[in-house]
């Protein structure tokens, strides 16, 4: 089945350490790949996007991304965390054989200690 | 530019109610969706709407239905509400036409609760 997998539900870094979210995805087609963000109390907000080309992306807010399509997988890392990071993360990915309708992973909770 | 809008904000319902969460977008998007976020599930797709005039189930559309009533609006509505269905709803667009366009925008989201 496709699928889009998050294995860490949830994550506690200590401020200005580095941080690093895992996604593996399961689909046949090429995926196109991101990263949502939300805040407590808020909607998604978009961090970055894989398409094609460069499979080091950059993002809003200091994050990058990496697809690595051996492993089916697109990481979200941060090289130094900071308190307004907080929030959960979610990754998603569309393909073709989905009709581009976007699937989202379940999500997993940053917390991040002083 | 206000982007996505959803309302109500917040809702209250008791079992067998039914109402309508309205959704307007205003970036000339052709696809919209209805999805519910649970806790450790995620956002699951309810209804999506490719273009107007179109509307399709997603995973979970039971207890569900929607109107694509012109461009802009993308409304949901739960004709018996049932505790099942207490959740927070996000309706999202996006502009389709291509793997560029395929970013999605999103309201703020419905809270909604079934007593």
């Known amino acids: 089945a496709q699928s889009v997998t998050q294995p860490d539900i949830h994550i506690t870094v200590s401020e200005g350490a580095s941080l690093e979210l895992r996604c593996n995805y399961s689909?046949?087609?090429?995926?196109?790949l991101f990263w949502y963000v939300q805040s407590p109390g808020q909607g998604l907000q978009l961090l970055l996007k894989y398409f094609s080309g460069d499979t080091l992306v950059q993002g809003i807010k200091g994050f990058e991304a990496e697809f690595k399509r051996s492993q089916s997988s697109f990481n979200l890392r941060k090289p130094s965390v900071h308190w307004s990071d907080a929030a959960e993360y979610f990754c998603?990915?569309?393909?073709?054989?989905?009709?581009?309708?976007?699937?989202f992973g379940a999500g997993t909770t940053v917390t991040v200690r002083a | 530019n206000a982007g996505v809008t959803q309302t109500p904000k917040f809702q209250v319902l008791k079992t067998g109610q039914s109402m309508t969460l309205q959704c307007a977008q205003d970036m000339n998007h052709n696809s919209m969706y209805w999805y519910r976020q649970d806790p450790g599930m995620g956002l699951r797709l309810i209804y999506y709407?490719?273009?107007?005039?179109?509307?399709d189930k997603g995973e979970v559309p039971n207890g569900y239905n929607v109107s694509r009533l012109n461009k802009r609006e993308f409304s949901l509505r739960l004709e018996s509400a049932a505790p099942s269905q207490t959740s927070v709803y996000f309706c999202?667009?996006?502009?389709?036409?291509?793997?560029?366009?395929?970013?999605?925008?999103f309201g703020q989201g419905t809270r909604l609760t079934v007593v």
């Open positions: 999202a667009s996006s502009a389709k036409g291509g793997p560029m366009n395929t970013e999605a925008f």
């Open positions: 998603a990915v569309v393909t073709r054989s989905n009709d581009y309708k976007l699937s």
């Open positions: 709407s490719a273009s107007e005039g179109t509307t």
């Open positions: 689909y046949g087609a090429t995926p196109y």
